[in-house]
């Protein structure tokens, strides 16, 4: 009796789904979060694109699989990969170096992005969604900012970026400017190769031209700002005139006693 009652072995769940019939499935699966990393594994090699696209997307894509899937055949699976905070900033470069437009935002938009990176790709002038994707990292530094709100080509990059430099808190500014982002340096353009920039123009010179006035004051404040702060710190405390003028009373009652 009790043979015939015994349990069949559980069959694996992933060769039941690979049928052409069950994509959705395998695509529900690849996407969501709970499921186990072999499984994963097992799915970022379906032949079906979508299904490997949602891997890349899963967030607890490891990194050895998304190392794969960053040069998959496919390019929304190449872009999904690339854009994945797991993604590391040598792999991000290696993908920058291969030089595929399409590519390039997912690149921009992703965190580990650096700096360097970053000024690179804010000179794309194939995709204007590139250079959003740079205005919206925070690894975009302030220098750079300022480089697209004056020298883009895009007057929509250009109010973005606007609106985005007018929100920085002010301690970004300060952070800046002691730096040495300052409005007397010299402005050259890095980013447009179309833009006419007169020699021995300065950033406070070309931010008014541009009427970009809210974020000249906001620099020109933070210089002062920074000055005051500089000029309290050199002048060393003054002795009131009333403490030197006090006799030393405890000393003088000795003398003369």
Known sequence: MNGM????????????????????????????????????????????????????????????????????????????????????????????EKNEPYMRWSIASNP??????????????????TRFAVMGNPNAKIELLLQIVCFDEDRDVRDCCRDKLEALEPTKWKESVSAGLSLANAMECSINPDAVVPSGLSLGDTLLSAGLTNIYQTIQLAELEMKINKLGQDTPPETPENDAAIPDIQNSRRLTL
Not at 112 to 129: I, Q, V
């Open 5 to 96: 009652h015994r349990q069949q072995p559980e069959q694996p769940i992933i060769p039941d789904i690979q049928s052409e019939d069950n994509l959705n499935v395998r695509a529900a699966i690849a996407g969501n979060h709970n499921t186990p990393l072999s499984t994963l594994a097992f799915l970022s090699e379906d032949p079906i694109d979508l299904v490997r696209v949602n891997v890349a997307l899963n967030s607890n894509c490891p990194v050895e699989l998304l190392e794969r899937l960053v040069v998959d055949p496919d390019i929304m699976v190449r872009k999904s990969a690339v854009a994945h905070p797991k993604v590391s900033g040598s792999l991000l470069e290696s993908a920058f």
């Open 112 to 129: 580990n992005c650096t700096s360097a990176m970053l000024e690179r790709l804010a000179g794309d002038r194939e995709t204007e969604a």
